[in-house]
């Protein structure tokens, strides 16, 4: 079984309790076959990783202020497109979380590096001291698809 665990957000206990801090929950259960057959050999390389982008060569600048419940002043509708990004484009995001409680961003059928983190280098020196757990170091290379950011 794999479980996820209450997360340590850093917030007090009322933003805690509210932004996920008190959930565990069951997220993969594996269970084999009566019979097992073979398997296909593993690839040489399971995953080939773009290069990190060049902030000259991007084509557009975007800015997300992510609320309680709305993005650039949007309420939240899953219904709703509100931003499309043409494939083959590299584009820079700033995101700023004014909620003031912990905020995911999860972009669908995206993957992005993380340049900066609260104003400074992805550094895990400059991200610890600001008191946020961003998992990035210098020189960086993981592509993401989520990112947690703290008010």
Do not use: W
Not at 81 to 106: A, F, K, M, Q, W
């Amino acid at each position: 079984m794999l479980r996820s665990f209450e997360p340590d957000l850093g917030t007090n206990a009322l933003e805690g309790r509210f932004s996920g801090a008190d959930d565990a929950l069951d997220l993969l259960e594996i269970r084999a076959a009566e019979q097992l057959g073979g398997t296909a050999a593993r690839p040489a390389t399971l995953v080939r990783h773009p290069k990190r982008p060049d902030r000259d060569r991007a084509q557009r600048i975007r800015r997300f202020r992510l609320g309680s419940r709305d993005i650039n002043d949007l309420k939240m509708d899953m219904e709703r497109i509100d931003e499309v990004v043409r494939v083959g484009d590299t584009e820079i995001c700033e995101v700023e979380n004014t909620s003031g409680t912990p905020h995911s961003l999860h972009v669908h059928d995206v993957r992005f590096h993380v340049m900066e983190y609260a104003g400074g280098p992805t550094t895990a020196t400059a991200v610890r001291a600001q008191g946020h757990r961003l998992r990035a170091a210098r020189g960086d290379r993981a592509v993401r698809d989520h990112l947690r950011g703290l008010p």
